[in-house]
């Protein structure tokens, strides 16, 4: 069965700080892997999403790489802003088109 | 934790019916649930947010009329897809906040739809 972890499940910074936010699964049998953010009262921002052939995505500021045989992903962002304060999950897609979703990593970026 | 299910999980039908799904809260009780679309190898996209008891907000480029979404109870809401077309064909995810004070929501496994 799959399980998505993600560590840690809160974290609070100073602004200007690069981070890194982690995500695991158990299981390497998945289609894509997806990073996304959620603000407050606010549906779901979809922020990178890589393919399980491929090994990172970029945008702008934010990184993500997937290491499929290891189960494990990070998202890194760099040089953060008080704007990125927001809870940041991430998914993957396994066979029947199911998602699993960790359980989020609640970010503060302190101005 | 908060479990939210869809159901069907996937579904095949013929190019001109109308298909419904249901999105529960299991143990919650939701005033709030969202519908999102995913297109192959696509980014996760907002359709339209549903309060219980009144009409849902569809996001722009959302055809009210074609997703008629029904959120009667804060355990449940539907999607349902009428007169639907090959080019309808996604993957439909939906999840569901506590209440209003809180930023809290928690996601269903997503439900594929393939229209033939």
């Known amino acids: 069965k799959q399980e998505v972890t993600q560590i840690p499940a809160a974290l609070s910074v100073p602004e200007g700080e690069n981070l890194v936010l982690n995500c695991s699964f158990t299981d390497s049998a998945i289609y894509n892997l997806q990073w996304f953010r959620q603000d407050p009262g606010k549906g779901l921002t979809s922020l990178l999403l890589?393919?399980?052939s491929q090994r990172e995505q970029t945008s702008g500021r934010l990184n993500a790489s997937l290491d499929k045989s290891s189960g494990r992903s990070t998202l890194y962002i760099a040089a953060s802003q008080p704007g990125d304060s927001a809870t940041y999950l991430c998914?993957?897609?396994?066979?029947?088109?199911?998602?699993?979703w960790g359980a989020g990593t609640k970010l503060i970026i302190k101005p | 934790g908060a479990v939210v299910s869809q159901h069907p999980s996937w579904v095949i039908c013929k190019s001109g019916t109308s298909v419904k799904i249901e999105c529960r809260s299991l143990d919650f009780q939701a005033t709030t649930m969202f519908w999102y679309r995913q297109f192959p190898k696509q980014s996760l996209m907002l359709m339209a947010t549903s309060n219980e008891g009144s009409k849902a907000t569809y996001e722009q480029g959302v055809e009210k009329d074609k997703f008629l979404i029904n959120h009667a109870s804060l355990t449940l809401s539907t999607l349902t897809v009428t007169s639907a077309h090959p080019e309808d064909s996604s993957f439909y995810i939906c999840?569901?906040?506590?209440?209003?004070?809180?930023?809290?929501?928690?996601f269903g496994p997503g439900t594929r739809l393939t229209v033939l």
């Open positions: 998914a993957v897609l396994i066979d029947n088109y199911q998602l699993i």
């Open positions: 890589i393919q399980s």
């Open positions: 999840s569901a906040r506590v209440g209003a004070s809180t930023d809290t929501q928690y």
